[in-house]
């Protein structure tokens, strides 16, 4: 590999990284299958833009969903319906990551254009979030593209223009109100930084936020039409909630914990870039001179003191930090002192060598019961789980390791080699996991046994109307999507329903709240301790 990465090389790398783990496993648990269930819902109704899940109205900005339909629809044929509807996150995610590199070239240059989109996909919160069904992406990119149009106006003023347009109109139909309105403090940016206004900057800026006003209103006025009363009870809920959030403190300090691990290695290098370019922020007039340095620290710090406000601190949420982060942690990252390189070089090999290798060593273990100690875990964190060699995820397991351990002994002297190899690590690591491991996860994280044995238990022809009782967002959603089976609150339900399902704590024998039901069924999720789950039918 040439350093630094450019064109089709730069490409591929982002690219395995922003597909690798979209495919070949279940809707997993929480926030992935609910998402899926609200899109496959959309997808099957085909009639409005007001969104469902498991049956229910799903209160929830439209945009991700509206996207992972069309992914499906169009994909749908070619992988399975949950893959294709996943896709949309992996679109999602290469817009972020191509608004960052451009906003990386107008401000550093074209050599180091591509350690943005670089350190970012190094970054550990990431990896997980963007290989999900997650309505925040559409916010992530909205912020990508915002940044860029905040590099580009000076000189490219009718580009911002559009891009800003565009960031807002994502922003507020992917995230609802809480999510522009951070989005709308980043647009007093130019008249905060620039005390003299200019007209060539300012009157494509203040035309681009009105253009993504137009859009905005336009696609709400669509949606007025298609579907009125979940239009209304939308924007109402989102009101509700921005106006109920009186947790500020705790969801900063909770911002502030999460952060350290989340945004590694960005902070550092971040700190480094701040330290290297002390002297630019002797005096206002220098510190004007450096868009490149200040735009990205305040787009940080203004998030910093709005999310907690807009936004509950979720991992989801704290992915907004990470553009900003990595924009300023460029410089620093192709600066480092070569004894600060080297160790960071040193680190990142020596890390992922062991991860790497204690994955092979617990794939084994799974598969061919040696380590037998290991193998004994395994079967009791997921009993009933038998591990099976399969050749293809084989073979990609070994070129993975071949292409790391490549990088390790042949990557050339560079001030990018530390950067690459981190982040090159860190590929390496998510791709050994859903090659050799995606088996063991998807059996753990995967509610399609537990929905099947549930659908066995009722009769042939799906019961109208099914009660349930304490029934999670996330269970409710994987009964629906696998086995397309539709619930009623027990509050709601009359006697016609003659199912309830109930979920509760193993440990804990919760009594029902009448004496009409009979006992059918009993069970749960292989390992999981936390959950259980009994079907009643309505005595007669």
């Not at 997808?43 to 409005?48: A, E, I, V, W």
């Not at 992996?90 to 590199?101: N, Q």
């Not at 559409?138 to 000189?155: F, H, I, K, V």
């Not at 269970?475 to 709601?492: G, I, N, V």
């Amino acid at each position: 590999m040439k350093l630094p990465p450019a064109g089709w090389m730069l490409a591929g790398l982002l690219a395995i990284y922003v597909f690798a783990g979209l495919f070949g496993h279940d809707p997993w648990k929480t926030e992935d299958v609910i998402h899926l269930a609200a899109a496959r819902d959309f997808l099957d109704s085909g009639r409005s833009a007001a969104l469902l899940s498991a049956g229910r109205a799903s209160l929830a900005a439209p945009l991700y969903y509206w996207s992972a339909a069309l992914t499906g629809f169009v994909f749908g044929g070619i992988f399975p319906l949950h893959d294709a509807l996943r896709l949309a996150s992996g679109l999602w995610t290469a817009l972020t990551l191509i608004a960052l590199y451009y906003a990386g070239r107008e401000w550093y240059g074209k050599e180091a254009a591509a350690a943005a989109p670089i350190l970012l996909i190094g970054s550990f919160g990431l990896i997980v979030r963007v290989h999900e069904a997650q309505p925040m992406l559409t916010l992530l990119a909205a912020e990508s593209l915002m940044l860029l149009a905040l590099a580009l106006l000076p000189r490219k003023g009718r580009a911002a223009l559009f891009l800003l347009a565009f960031a807002l109109f994502f922003a507020a139909l992917g995230a609802g109100i809480s999510g522009i309105l951070p989005l709308l403090a980043l647009c007093l940016l130019p008249l905060w930084i620039r005390y003299r206004p200019d007209a060539d900057i300012l009157r494509p800026w203040g035309t681009g936020i009105l253009l993504g006003a137009a859009m905005t209103g336009a696609a709400l006025a669509l949606l007025y039409c298609s579907a009125p009363e979940w239009l209304e009870a939308w924007l109402d809920r989102e009101w509700r909630i921005l106006a109920g959030n009186w947790r500020y403190g705790d969801d900063l300090r909770e911002y502030a914990a999460l952060l350290p691990w989340f945004s590694w290695p960005l902070w550092p290098l971040a700190g480094w870039t701040l330290w290297k370019t002390r002297r630019a922020w002797q005096s206002v007039e220098t510190l004007r001179q450096n868009d490149h340095l200040l735009l990205p620290l305040a787009a940080f710090f203004l998030l910093l003191f709005l999310l907690p406000i807009c936004l509950a601190a979720r991992e989801s949420a704290a992915m907004l930090f990470l553009p900003p982060l990595a924009l300023l942690a460029t410089p620093g990252a192709l600066t480092l002192r070569r004894g600060a390189a080297n160790a960071f070089d040193w680190f990142s090999g020596m890390v992922f060598c062991l991860f790497a290798l204690l994955l092979w060593v617990g794939w084994s273990a799974m598969v061919f019961g040696y380590p037998a100690r290991l193998a004994q875990r395994a079967v009791e964190l997921a009993p009933g789980f038998v591990g099976r060699f399969h050749f293809w995820p084989f073979l990609l397991a070994v070129i993975v390791t071949l292409w790391w351990l490549h990088l390790l002994l042949r990557l050339p002297r560079s001030p990018w080699r530390c950067l690459v190899r981190w982040s090159a690590g860190l590929i390496t690591l998510w791709l050994l996991a859903v090659s050799l491991w995606l088996p063991w996860i998807d059996y753990g994280k995967s509610y399609r046994q537990l929905a099947a044995a549930v659908a066995a238990q009722l009769p042939k022809e799906r019961p109208a109307c099914i009660a349930e009782w304490r029934l999670g967002e996330a269970q409710r959603a994987s009964f629906a999507y696998f086995e397309r089976l539709a619930f009623t609150p027990l509050q709601a339900a009359d006697e016609g329903c003659r199912w309830l399902l109930v979920q509760d704590n193993p440990r804990i024998e919760s009594a029902l709240p009448d004496q009409v039901w009979r006992h059918a069924w009993e069970g749960s999720r292989p390992g999981d301790r936390k959950e259980r789950f009994r079907l009643y039918r309505r005595e007669e």
